[in-house]
């Protein structure tokens, strides 16, 4: 079997589309998470009053967290919490969150699901388990052969990487460049 840069290019597609998709698909939704954040959503709210303790770095030692977990009877395990401006989260397993204003006690408890295929889709975007950033690796790998025989497949004409192709490759290049100088 002869191999060329069509053939490859052609293969490796083929076998990364349902990534690239996926991929392509959850990275533009995590652009723009700070507006809109479909990983999960909530299917039963409730709203809490919780007792302040008078010290106010009290409400960020572990003691205080659990003292509210079984207070609310929340039925999941606790997993981490932060303090962040007035409001405290609280993440427990099984996709329960609590947000609280620190100042005056009021907050409410979501229970979450994940959105079907959107969420799933983020999840493999967002992953840190040790096969998963393995296999993106490879992917990534997957995706420069696809960009370097990309390249090359057209071998004669006008419309040849050598002709026309690095002129579109250095514009491509050029602007992240650019974005990457004015806001980093």
Do not use: C
Request: a positive charge; zero cysteines.
């Amino acid at each position: 079997m002869k191999w060329e840069n069509r053939n490859v290019h052609r293969d490796v597609a083929y076998f990364y589309i349902g990534l690239i998709i996926a991929f392509s698909f959850s990275g533009i939704i995590l652009n723009h998470r700070q507006d809109w954040y479909p990983m999960d959503y909530a299917y039963e709210t409730k709203e809490v009053q919780l007792e302040l303790p008078s010290d106010k770095s009290a409400i960020d030692s572990e003691k205080y967290i659990k003292g509210i977990s079984e207070k609310w009877e929340l039925g999941a395990e606790y997993d981490s919490h932060r303090i962040r401006d007035n409001e405290l989260r609280i993440f427990y397993n099984d996709n329960i969150i609590l947000d609280a204003d620190i100042n005056t006690g009021k907050g409410i408890v979501e229970y979450k699901r994940k959105t079907p295929f959107i969420g799933q889709t983020m999840f493999l975007h967002k992953t840190t388990h040790k096969f998963w950033i393995w296999y993106s690796d490879i992917f990534g790998i997957g995706m420069l052969v696809i960009a370097f025989t990309g390249m090359f497949i057209i071998t004669k004409g006008k419309n040849t990487f050598r002709r026309r192709g690095w002129k579109l490759a250095l514009a491509g290049l050029i602007f992240p460049v650019i974005i990457l100088i004015l806001f980093s």
